[in-house]
């Protein structure tokens, strides 16, 4: 028993040992070629976002037109997406983005192995050592690297390897499906472990791919040879590597942040950061998300390169490396006239699209209200006439709704067409009589420990916001079991005195174009999921509703000139607070009010560099 107990603390001992080694190691590896790592990065940014958006916007365009449309939103993308045309346009980004990714993963991972070996080298070899990765990348034996960089890393890799825009980012109404579904939740959750366990075992197949003569399939088997016995370390090693990350990073940013507060205090006049904590904490955001994008990539490549030859036997350091890798070392005089016709071309280019699309960034923006989605649902059950008196009593001004129809025709409030996850009772609307449905009790467990919540109407809602000078955002939840839903809506919205102070939204054009037949007075929002180019020659809108990963400045611009207002939803994280209110989005929907409302007071709407700044950091940081 003694023997196991000292084994066991002997392993532990001997983990933070090794730790504390690649620790030591990985900071020998930065500091080497620190200059040449540090301008090759903002290299790799510039062409991350200018690169990618050119391609995007040329690819999207090509699609658009072989298809016939101008806009694509949730209901015509299946038409949109499996055109011929616009399956080739997909492959060509989702390669150019990898391609992207790759040329600075390959620099990286060249400078910090060349280092290792204790080999010379400087920028110009880093290029090179790019330029041969994405050529290497370009062989039909590596196409698997797509899948394996837009899915794979995304979605189980903690570690951030590249400044580059490309991400797997689940939008919040698809999260929050999934995590209310138990199927979906348990498949969602095996898919995840199964890529996690994967990428484990493959995690040095990128240092392989780029480092030697493989292809990307065969670097994934010796990926796992040589981590074999190695995946709890491995494992436990990227972890701490990450906490570590986090610390530094929050550390670093937390002290810029304050003299920076007290510098800009000492030319104004103030009594420097105890009358400045609000904008702290926007400068907190701002520079940790600027390290973060910046040096965790750096930091994360110098790392796994030094457990990379820790794994390799010492004496073969040099010959696990390709002839091809030390012969980067020397770039050609064509790869430097290469790196300055870029460099020239991303500068032209950057200063093009600013000046043609952006120019209406010097104008200061207005703040946005907000919208307390399903009420205020952080604080009591969604959808309750309690939810949207505890909004109405923080000083919301509109609140957000969804309807359906019961049996005998009456108007609910309910977001899902059963009453399963709210009370436990798979009662679907549609079956049941509203006097059934109102004798179900909520679950206990819901926000707010409130007793006897029933299900409420339409009119009690609206006759509620009326009273209390709320305006409403009614989303119609239409099913085919619903008899003139829409006559049914205006009719209780009429009988409230309430036409002026509803919008009406849905995710299907035609109970909004009902609903414009019907009054044509009555305000209706489209509410997309996904809203790609010139949603805006959708002319029967009068507003727009946008899941907030849609929302970029300019297409807020356009709608703006064309005197459409947008509301976006949910924003839970106030971290997106200050780019949402720089983009001038008119509303933003999300279940918590109180802590989004603070996070606008806290926002700059500043118009000028300040705009572009907050905006090209979100921008340049969404996925790290």
Sequence with gaps: MTNKKNRKKYSIKLLFQNFGSLSKNTLFLLKQNFKAVILYALLCAAMSIVLTDVLKEVLLQIALKAAGMTFVSLENLPSFIFKPVSLICLFIFFFGVTLIALF????????????????????????????????????????????????????????????????????????????????????????????????????????????QKYNFVESCRKSARLNKGHYLDTVIFVSILSLCCDIIINSLAGAFSVNLNDFAASFSGSDGILSHEMQVGSYLFTIKRIIRYLISPILNHAATTSLYFRYTEEKDMISVLSPEVFKSEKPSQRQKYFVIALLTFLIVSGSFIFISNFSFLKDPVETPLVVAHRGDNYNAPENTLEAFQLAAYENVKWVELDVHQTSDGVLVISHDDSMLRMTGQDYKIYEHTYDELKKLKFKSDLPGNY???????????????????????????????????????????????????????????????????????????????????????????????????N??????????????????WVSDVEDNIQYLVSCDVDFIGTDNPILIQNAIDKANTNGGLSRLFNILIHRFSVNN
Excluded at 152 to 160: D, E, G, N
Excluded at 484 to 507: F, P, R, W
């Design 551 to 568: 929302v970029t400045p300019e297409l807020i611009h356009r709608l703006h000139q064309q005197g459409k207002k947008v509301t976006t």
């Design 104 to 211: 600075e993963i390959g620099g990286m991972l060249h400078v910090f192995a060349m280092g290792q070996v204790g080999r010379d080298t400087d920028f110009s070899a880093m290029v090179s050592s790019g330029i041969r990765t994405c050529r290497k990348a370009l062989k039909p034996a590596n196409w698997f690297l797509i899948l394996y960089m837009i899915v794979f890393l995304p979605l189980t890799q903690k570690l951030a390897l590249s400044t580059s825009t490309f991400g797997f980012i689940i939008p919040e109404f698809i999260d929050q499906a999934i995590s209310e579904n138990t199927t979906y939740l348990t498949i969602y959750s095996i898919v995840v472990v199964l890529l996690s366990v994967s990428s484990t075992i493959w995690f040095f197949s990128l240092n392989i791919f780029v480092l």
């Design 451 to 549: 007793e006897n919540v029933t299900i409420p109407t339409l009119k009690e809602v609206l006759e509620f916001c009326r009273d209390y000078g709320v305006n409403v955002q009614v989303e119609i939840k239409e099913t085919k079991y619903d008899h003139n839903l829409e006559e049914g809506i205006l009719a209780v919205i009429n009988e409230t005195k309430m036409h002026d102070n509803v919008l009406i939204i849905c995710l299907h054009e035609k109970p909004l174009k009902r609903m414009k037949e019907l009054d044509p007075t009555i305000k209706v929002a489209y509410c997309m999921t996904l809203a790609l180019n010139r949603i805006e020659d959708n002319e029967w809108s009068d507003w727009f509703s946008l899941e907030e990963n």
